[in-house]
């Protein structure tokens, strides 16, 4: 039952999860902004993008399964599947604003793009935090539940005990012994 406690203990609540959530991947994401730039200037920049978000959801879950929802642990397969997702979707909302800044802006200076690679991040990261924790590592929430369910149901309850009065004539029934709680 302590392990269960110490499980419950380390699982934060939505302000401190989301605090977390910008650290790491505010964190990820600034240094994403800056290899794509990095990279762009080699390939194009949709195929910069997709390789760099790529390798960020990849580093982006670890981090949020090891620090930012409690899991404690390493990312499964199947969170980094999901966590694919939402940043298929991230990738689509930053594609987008590039998109837009190019058709708006016929020559954007690298400081321009990046403001608005961060700006399209952000809104996306948002919605991201939203999936991870409602969907993604929900899970982990639900096991620490039920293992802390499990480990109260197995603590035995008291039970009154009866106390049985010897008597001369013939042998008492459990139920007159014993009256229903």
């Given at each position: 039952?302590?392990?269960?406690?110490?499980?419950?203990?380390?699982?934060?609540?939505?302000?401190?999860?989301?605090?977390?959530?910008?650290?790491?991947?505010?964190?990820?994401?600034?240094?994403?902004?800056?290899?794509?730039?990095?990279?762009?200037?080699?390939?194009?920049?949709?195929?910069?993008?997709?390789?760099?978000?790529?390798?960020?959801?990849?580093?982006?879950?670890?981090?949020?399964?090891?620090?930012?929802?409690?899991?404690?642990?390493?990312a499964?397969?199947?969170?980094?599947?999901?966590?694919?997702?939402?940043?298929?979707a991230?990738?689509?909302?930053?594609?987008?604003?590039?998109?837009?800044?190019?058709?708006?802006?016929?020559?954007?200076?690298?400081?321009?793009?990046?403001?608005?690679?961060?700006?399209?991040?952000?809104?996306?990261?948002?919605?991201?935090?939203?999936?991870?924790?409602?969907?993604?590592?929900?899970?982990?929430?639900?096991?620490?539940?039920?293992?802390?369910?499990?480990?109260?149901?197995?603590?035995?309850?008291a039970?009154?005990?009866?106390?049985?009065?010897?008597?001369?004539?013939?042998?008492?029934?459990?139920?007159?012994?014993?009256?229903?709680?």
């Amino acid at each position: 039952m302590d392990t269960a406690r110490s499980r419950q203990r380390a699982e934060p609540g939505p302000l401190t999860a989301f605090t977390r959530f910008v650290l790491c991947g505010g964190g990820v994401g600034l240094a994403s902004s800056f290899a794509v730039t990095a990279l762009a200037s080699c390939i194009p920049w949709a195929l910069a993008n997709a390789l760099i978000t790529a390798a960020s959801t990849l580093l982006a879950t670890e981090l949020h399964a090891r620090f930012t929802f409690g899991a404690g642990g390493r990312a499964t397969w199947h969170q980094h599947a999901q966590s694919a997702g939402s940043a298929a979707a991230a990738y689509a909302v930053t594609c987008l604003a590039m998109l837009l800044l190019h058709q708006l802006v016929a020559a954007p200076g690298a400081p321009l793009e990046q403001a608005v690679y961060l700006c399209a991040g952000a809104l996306a990261g948002v919605a991201r935090f939203a999936v991870l924790r409602l969907v993604v590592f929900t899970r982990n929430r639900s096991q620490a539940t039920a293992t802390a369910t499990a480990a109260a149901a197995a603590v035995p309850t008291a039970r009154p005990v009866c106390a049985t009065v010897a008597r001369d004539s013939a042998p008492a029934r459990p139920a007159d012994l014993c009256p229903a709680a």
